[in-house]
């Protein structure tokens, strides 16, 4: 299979010479009433159990529910704040290891690193001119990170939704996955589409959001909170990575309650709750299958179950993980094919965009 994808991205390199030219390149028209899916994902910090359960699974899932489908490693994001740059070129690589070994396939999707596509930085400004400063100041994730900083938020910190909103609209893409947390985001972008069609004629599609099925997964040492990759509580955060003694000692550490039944009622019990949605989400059972299941068992031997669950799951991906990243080659490879798609996808749409603006010459 690596092979054969190598041999497809080598195929593509005089795609990629072409668009290097620019304008002699010949564009790849959308059809009328077609779907396109557009999501990204930081390449900063191994992906951990929300992700997976919460983004990666379902990725997997619409690319074989949509027309066109494009997925990128959004690098130009994760500098928003300070980045090593010899850590975060690897982080890249790794996190398309990830991907692909997760079930993101590049025969069915277009996987590409965003910052080799420059026509998301050029729609971004021109779409950051529409956007007023006090509807960025409010939206809820400046707040929570500024707040979070001991110094101001950058500019791109701030700014970063619009570019957001670009990486979404440079495709026309229709569907956008998001968790909760994304829906003010994903207003602004569908706001942004209204007004630029508003002063120019129909032209973006005004996307819709997919939201996840699956609930937020709780950190398993504050079940109040998310999982996140920068808790600075290690055995909060489940990873894709981890060890089969890592994932029990976090299962086993998991805070829960006094009360030893399994039962699913996150409003009382976010803890066991937490156990339930997991066990259910990695199994593909029901909540009510996985409560029924776990009759007679107390809470602390209820987390080993789950920790089993969840090592099996990520078992086939951690062994196909440790494969491609073996072979750097072929992922900068497979990165390079699917930025000379995407690029073959942006380049005439933000042009049609900087004529409309009337900066075709630039």
């Not at 390199?13 to 009433?33: C, E, F, M, N, T």
């Not at 829906?183 to 942004?192: K, S, T």
């Not at 209820?302 to 991906?317: G, Q, R, S, T």
Request: net charge positive.
């Amino acid at each position: 299979m690596a092979l054969r994808s190598v041999r497809k991205a080598r195929g593509c390199w005089s795609s990629i010479r072409a668009l290097h030219k620019g304008p002699g390149a010949v564009p790849a028209a959308q059809k009328d009433g077609m779907k396109r899916v557009f999501s990204g994902i930081q390449p900063t910090g191994i992906p951990h159990l929300g992700n997976y359960l919460g983004a990666i699974e379902g990725w997997v899932r619409l690319q074989n529910e949509y027309d066109s489908v494009l997925y990128s490693i959004v690098d130009l994001h994760s500098i928003t704040v300070p980045q090593e740059p010899t850590i975060l070129r690897q982080s890249i690589l790794d996190m398309t290891a990830v991907l692909l070994a997760c079930g993101i396939n590049p025969e069915k999707s277009i996987l590409f690193q965003q910052s080799q596509v420059p026509e998301h930085a050029q729609l971004s400004w021109i779409l950051s001119c529409m956007v007023r400063l006090p509807r960025l100041q409010h939206l809820h994730q400046w707040k929570a990170k500024t707040a979070k900083q001991k110094h101001d938020g950058t500019v791109g910190l701030l700014t970063y939704p619009v570019l957001q909103a670009a990486d979404i609209l440079l495709y026309k893409s229709t569907h956008v996955p998001v968790g909760e947390d994304q829906v003010q985001h994903m207003e602004l972008v569908q706001d942004l589409a209204r007004g630029f069609n508003t002063k120019y004629g129909e032209f973006f599609p005004v996307p819709k959001s997919i939201l996840t099925s699956m609930k937020k997964v709780k950190s398993l040492r504050d079940p109040s909170a998310k999982m996140s990759k920068s808790d600075p509580d290690k055995l909060a955060t489940v990873r894709i990575t981890d060890s089969p003694e890592e994932i029990v000692q976090k299962f086993r550490k998991a805070v829960t309650d006094f009360t030893s039944e399994v039962t699913y009622d996150p409003a009382s019990r976010e803890g066991v709750s937490n156990m339930v949605a997991i066990h259910a989400a990695v199994t593909g059972l029901t909540v009510e299958e996985v409560v029924q299941h776990s009759i007679g068992l107390d809470t602390a031997h209820y987390k080993l179950m789950v920790a089993d669950a969840v090592i099996e799951k990520f078992a086939p991906i951690k062994s196909e993980i440790k494969k491609l990243k073996m072979d750097q080659d072929h992922l900068e490879k497979v990165l390079q094919a699917g930025s000379a798609k995407a690029k073959e996808l942006a380049y005439p749409v933000c042009q049609e965009v900087k004529k409309l603006e009337t900066l075709k010459g630039l």
